[in-house]
């Protein structure tokens, strides 16, 4: 077990927008020197890089314009949006197990401008790279917001969950962001009236349900738990992680299986407390990916907040909110701060266990940060 | 109406299933030894590993599971037909098989047709085929008559 092991010691970040002028690389390299500049680490220590497999750039690139030195260990999480704790586990099992001694992951996306815009708008080849695409394109069952609303049509159907359960996470959300200077909808209040008179994507799920298109990148410094208490920063201990999916998983097209609703979050979760001395009940905040609004009550289920079904009562009474039973993706998350593939949710996870995020959630010692449901997923418990 | 951008691939192991929509019947494939069903088609049996799978007909019957109604942005002819229509369909046979398709009145009908609120997940229902072009025939869904 690598439990407390490591630690992440700097965050860094770049501004989130749409059409920023830097190329992902040069974003990339920027939210990397942000990082190491913040755990107080001269970029020449650097001999550890994980990231994600969807990263445009590769980490020699990375290596060769931030003029890092000898690297000996590197490796890349797959699936999306279910990469971010994956990427920050392996790296801390790499550093725990001394194969590297300053580990550096990041993800840099320019999802809001450029020739990837849109990945599901890629036409022809697609069906032939991926053999469950070819039982849903041809239907018109196109893009992520179109598979997750086939799930959240059944979860609703199922558990009694209405619009109103949805639009609580929006609203949560949108409310951290009000008062979160990084996130790209800082300004742009959202009513409750906003969400139900907002357009259709794809019915019974609307504009809010989805998350921002954002160009922007992030980076994490893990290093071991001895080297941490050094640094500049309170250290974020690395408690537990895990990764999961589960029997006949398909990733985004998970109706294959003999229970869709029951996805790769309870496998990751599963393995996640048991190596955790630290469990659903003691967790202070949480930040739980987002690409959509119906992953959060899916994701509380799954990782043991409530039973079963109740994912969507329990977006009630602000519940999710400073104050409420588990304040949930307190920068604005994927729907409000910015959306690259769930790395500013770990970097807030960070933050509040430094006592400094724009949300602070007081004495918060705990935090669960997760990746996507409906793919394969991973999960992190991250402490003070 | 669907364009050839977005049709199915056809290949050797899922042939037979795309030939049955072809012959207006509805083929998957099956583990021999347990009988379980298998979807979508792969070229190992995940039931049973060393046992090559068969290809068996089943009823076209089924059930509702869910609904959605997708609106632009989407692309190439979907735009010009939104909203439509998107169903996921238990199969009679095995429920954990689970098809995606479009509700339609009756063949020959677009799938914008039917309106999401006129939907209801639990309702039976039956596979028919559209001709798309003279590879490709696609399984649609209309309401069993009572």
Redesign the interface.
Known sequence: MIKDKTAIVGIGQTAFGKKLPDSELELACTAVINALDDAGIDRAEVDGLASYTQEAHSEVELARNLGLGDISWFSQVGYGGGAGPGVIGNLAMAVATGQCRVGVAWRSRKRASGAVR?P??K??SS??ED??T??????????PV?EI???A??YM?EYGATRNHLANVALAQRKYANNNPDAQMVDKTMTREDYMTS???????CLFDNCLETDGALATVVVSADRARDCKQTPVYIHAWAQGFHA?HQTM?N??????LHGPSWVAARQLYRQSDIQAQDIDVAQIYDAFTPLIPLSLEGYGFCDRGEGAAYTENGNLEIGGALPVNTSGGGLSEAYVHGFNLITEGVKQMRGTAHNQVSDAATCLVTAGEGVPTGALILRR | M??S?????IDDT?RPFWRGCQGGILRMQQCPKTSRLI????PVN?WSPRDKSIWTEVSGRGTI???????P????N?TK?A??N?I?VTLEEDP???????LVPAEGAQ?NEIA?EDIV??TPVQAIFETINDE?T?PRWVLVRQ
Do not use: M
């Open positions: 849109r599901w708008s036409t022809g069906a032939q053999i469950a070819n039982y849903t394109r041809p239907f018109g069952v196109i893009r179109d609303a086939l799930l049509s059944r159907h357009r259709w994507i794809s019915k019974p799920l006949q097209q109706f294959f299986c003999d229970d869709p | 669907t364009d951008a977005l049709l199915p691939f899922n979807f979508p088609p792969r995940p599971w869910s609904v959605i109604e997708p609106h942005p989407l692309i190439l979907f037909l909203p439509y998107a996921v954990s098989i689970r098809l995606i398709g479009n799938i999401y997940i639990g490709i696609l």
